[in-house]
């Protein structure tokens, strides 16, 4: 397990009566991947402007590799912003864009030179050197920019919607490219996002945050598989919910009276409101043989979505139809349309029970 480069300590930021970030405790390792996840207002941006030294926290302190810089200003940090608007100097050449800060520290020229000539290569940009700013496509300046916030070899580079100005499919190549650069040069990365899909593609950990508190820390496969409540669970990724009552011998009794079979996590007693909820991909259409979880229900739409199909199906369980993912071959071997009946089953271990 590699140290701690950042530990941020019972954090709390208010803006007047408004509590923005409510006592977050973190431990961010070195050579990290960590994305900063919640919805709209969560506070994710506030917690992110902390660590730079953009915003004080109201409580609480941020220690970087052990020492307390919960008040030191933002250029007395080895740490580095990266805007999502890129803020590049727009007359400037792209090798000049990325010189400034060295030039700015009073380095060698022979050294600029050299630590430039090596940033190029990494972000691949050598051969757009000379080009200005508005001479790059959204992809190109977005690599200026992180070449930009490197070159001075921050101990932590913060991200603010990295990728939030490039389009979907420039979007997924560029959270290749942004992986490597990471891996490649070894820096501690804090990306904040909303995007849950990227936050799993990206991170090596993620923070999911509501309401300023952190309701789950853990790598995106624990989260996705073991969410911490309900709404992290529908957060990441789909998740279909039937709302019941939690049964003292485990599951939940659902609102056709039928058993949802499932283990009851230790917050979860017999007799209390609860949900049971299971992933689309984990539910089996017209499961053959024994299968703890069975229902029934009319297709009322169906989604192609390339490799796969998604139906939704409307089951007794619950009001919102349930969204079931099958392969492309195995729609194929039974073609369905709105208004069939289908048969849908889950093991146990595949629910997940959160109270409600
Ligand atoms: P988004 O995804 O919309 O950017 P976010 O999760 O980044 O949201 P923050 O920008 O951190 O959220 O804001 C958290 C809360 O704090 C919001 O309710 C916001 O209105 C409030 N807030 C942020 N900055 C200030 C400020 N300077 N003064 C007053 N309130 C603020």
């Not at 932590?156 to 979007?171: N, S």
């Not at 349309?337 to 093991?347: F, H, I």
Request: proline share 6%; with cysteine.
């Amino acid at each position: 397990m590699s140290r701690d480069v950042l530990e941020i300590e019972g954090v709390s930021k208010k803006f007047g009566p408004l509590t923005a970030v409510d006592d977050v405790s973190l431990s961010i390792h070195e050579n990290e991947f960590f994305a900063l996840l919640g919805p709209s207002g969560c506070g994710k941006t506030t917690l992110l402007r902390m660590l730079a030294g953009f915003e004080t926290p109201t409580r609480g302190r941020i220690l970087l590799d052990g020492a307390d810089v919960s008040r030191t200003p933002p250029n007395r940090r080895p740490v580095n912003l990266m805007f999502q608007s890129y803020a590049l100097f727009p007359h400037m050449s792209v090798r000049a864009n990325i010189s400034y800060g060295l030039e700015m520290e009073g380095r060698p020229p022979a050294e600029i030179r050299s630590r430039v000539d090596e940033m190029l290569a990494t972000t691949q940009l050598g051969g757009l050197a000379d080009r200005k700013p508005d001479q790059l496509s959204g992809g190109q300046k977005q690599r200026v920019a992180l070449a930009r916030a490197l070159i001075k070899r921050p101990r932590v580079l913060l991200l603010d919607e990295p990728l939030g100005a490039l389009d979907k499919k420039l979007r997924g190549d560029m959270q290749i490219e942004l992986k490597r650069l990471q891996h490649e040069v070894g820096i501690t990365f804090i990306v904040v996002t909303h995007d849950q899909e990227e936050a799993l593609v990206l991170a090596d950990r993620m923070a999911v945050l509501k309401d300023g508190k952190l309701l789950q820390c853990d790598t995106p496969h624990e989260v996705y598989e073991h969410p911490a409540d309900a709404f992290v669970a529908g957060f990441i990724g789909v998740m279909n919910f039937a709302e019941g009552v939690a049964l003292a011998e485990g599951g939940v009794k659902a609102r056709d009276g039928s058993a949802i079979a499932g283990s009851l996590p230790r917050a979860v007693a017999g007799g209390q409101a609860a949900v049971a909820a299971v992933r689309p991909e984990r539910i089996v259409l017209f499961p053959a043989g024994e299968i703890a979880n069975r229902t029934s229900g009319t297709v009322v739409a169906l989604a192609y979505h390339g490799l796969d199909l998604q139906l939704h199906v409307q089951t007794p369980l619950a009001n919102k139809p349930f969204l079931v993912r099958v392969t492309a071959d195995t729609a194929d071997r039974r073609p369905l349309a709105v208004g069939d009946q289908v048969e849908l089953g889950w093991s146990a271990a595949d629910t997940r029970i959160f109270s409600n």
